[in-house]
């Protein structure tokens, strides 16, 4: 079990890098008023959300205590960016003030993550 649960670690931190890289690939252009959601940031997002879905499970399975307050906050933080990266995914031009929510609340669940034991 401990195999498989470091493999889907693994794959959330995939998920993980493809949103916050998405992101930082559009640091530039968010200056400038043209940032846009990437599909690698939709596709990491979503990514996260199914591995981090699967790894609740499999502690749970394993009889590992879970935080569900934390899980809880975390999957909230993920939903909103979720949802801001497929509603705005088409655009041409997103606001800054939505491109710039969607990487610190994926910082933020990343600490989250780390620092809340």
């Given at each position: 079990m401990d195999v498989l649960i470091h493999v889907?670690?693994?794959?959330?931190?995939?998920?993980?890098g493809a949103l916050l890289g998405g992101f930082f690939s559009q640091l530039?252009?968010?200056?400038?008023?043209?940032a846009r959601m990437t599909p690698a940031m939709l596709h990491g997002a979503l990514t996260m959300l199914v591995t981090?879905?699967?790894?609740v499970g499999l502690h749970q399975a394993d009889d590992n205590s879970v935080n569900n307050i934390k899980i809880g906050v975390k999957l909230?933080?993920?939903?909103?960016?979720?949802g801001l990266v497929y509603v705005k995914r088409d655009e041409e031009k997103v606001e800054s003030a939505a491109f710039g929510t969607v990487g610190a609340l994926t910082t933020a669940n990343i600490f989250i993550a780390v620092l809340w034991t």
């Open positions: 889907f670690v693994g794959l959330h931190i995939v998920g993980i530039k252009a968010m200056g400038a008023g043209e981090g879905a699967a790894l909230a933080l993920l939903i909103v960016v979720l």
